[in-house]
């Protein structure tokens, strides 16, 4: 691998030399040049998500750029990303959709981003992220009442998810409504005993009172008429017993589909989800459009950026060796950036 890594970088090497420009001052950050890359990757990542809910930028952590020619650059990106309260079938724009604080059990997006930009034009080529919902040592510090984010195959989760949503079908006089998947759940049990669940829901071409002669015959409507939407339930367990059920349909969004995770999925659970808090947001994603590169080439590529981006750093350095007049400020680091949020 390494050999192969030192080939590539021997064959690429020449090329880079042969473009005449300046070295480029290395791009910061927070430089708004990287910010629209950033924001482009974003989108990508949350257009290519199909569960859970969209992320929204925290923090740009790293940035390269590899010129590739005239006005063709390659540019690496490593974001920090946050859970927001907006389902990913939701038509809300992610500006206006409200991350997640950190006492709601934040959940944090890792994600590897490889771009492209041609005469000012950005697209993504790959991506790859994970993600993962903070420890609860961490949110137990600074708020000991809360509650954590329970798995989403807990049975008091599932069982609230169930009442839920036939409370709802039982007084709608709507289209019978079908879980697509849980986004989230939380269980506290001080003062009360309390059960709060989120879970997203699409429209069939069953009625109410049709789905209680024959349910198993209520199917998701069709893609050009889907009609997704979400709900939140809370089930008070104790001291008293209640049930709230709030549902919101979206109407048709065309070109919004539901990828189903797996056959069943009529537990609400993607094969994913099962025995873990929150959804992943770990799927390597391949732009089969900007692509013309394998997965295994842009992890290749990924790697042989890095010694590039080092040497530029050893070179600034040496650089800085140089005397400075009295009461010059050196630049802020350029990465990483700020954060827009909280540290998490
Ligand atoms: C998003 O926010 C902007 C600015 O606050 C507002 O004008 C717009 O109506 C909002 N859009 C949606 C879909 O909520
Ligand atoms: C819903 O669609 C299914 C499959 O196409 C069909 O068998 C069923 O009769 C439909 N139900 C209603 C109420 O139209
Ligand atoms: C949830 O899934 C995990 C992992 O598959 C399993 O160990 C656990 O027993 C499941 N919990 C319930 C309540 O089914």
């Excluded at 986004?183 to 069953?206: D, L, S």
């Excluded at 537990?267 to 025995?275: D, E, F, Q, T």
Aim: net charge negative.
């Amino acid at each position: 691998m390494k050999a192969l890594v030192a080939l590539i970088l021997l064959v690429q090497l020449p090329i880079h030399k042969a473009v005449p420009a300046a070295p480029p001052a290395p791009l910061g950050c927070d430089d708004p040049e990287s910010e629209a890359a950033a924001e482009a990757a974003v989108n990508y990542i949350n257009g290519h998500s199909h569960h859970g809910y969209k992320f929204a930028l925290n923090r740009i952590e790293d940035i390269r750029v590899v010129p590739q020619g005239p006005n063709k650059d390659i540019i690496f990106l490593e974001l920090d990303l946050l859970e927001t309260k907006c389902p990913i079938l939701s038509p809300t724009p992610l500006a206006n959709c409200t991350v997640r604080s950190f006492a709601e059990h934040a959940v944090e997006g890792d994600c590897d981003v490889k771009l492209q930009k041609v005469d000012g034009t950005l697209s993504v080529i790959a991506s790859k992220c994970h993600s993962h919902a903070d420890s609860s040592e961490d949110i137990l510090k600074v708020c000991p009442d809360c509650p954590l984010l329970a798995r989403m195959n807990d049975t008091e989760v599932l069982e609230t998810v169930s009442a839920a949503l036939n409370d709802y079908n039982s007084k709608t006089t709507d289209s019978y409504l079908r879980l697509l998947e849980i986004g989230r759940a939380k269980i506290q049990y001080h003062p009360g005993h309390v059960v709060v669940t989120e879970f997203a829901v699409g429209a069939t071409n069953c009625s109410a009172e049709e789905a209680k002669a024959n349910v198993g015959a209520c199917q998701l409507l069709p893609e050009d008429q889907s009609n997704f939407g979400f709900c939140t339930a809370v089930m008070v367990k104790a001291p008293s017993q209640d049930l709230q059920v709030d549902c919101q349909l979206y109407g048709h969004q065309p070109g919004v589909t539901y990828t189903h995770p797996g056959q069943d999925t009529s537990a609400g659970l993607a094969p994913s989800a099962v025995g873990v808090t929150n959804h992943n947001l770990g799927i390597f994603h391949n732009n089969p459009v900007a692509s013309e590169s394998s997965s295994s080439e842009i992890l290749r590529s990924m790697l042989s950026a890095k010694p590039v981006a080092k040497r530029a750093v050893a070179e600034a350095a040496q650089h800085d060796k140089v005397p400075r007049p009295v009461g010059f400020v050196p630049p802020p680091p350029p990465c990483p950036g700020r954060i827009r949020h909280f540290d998490i």
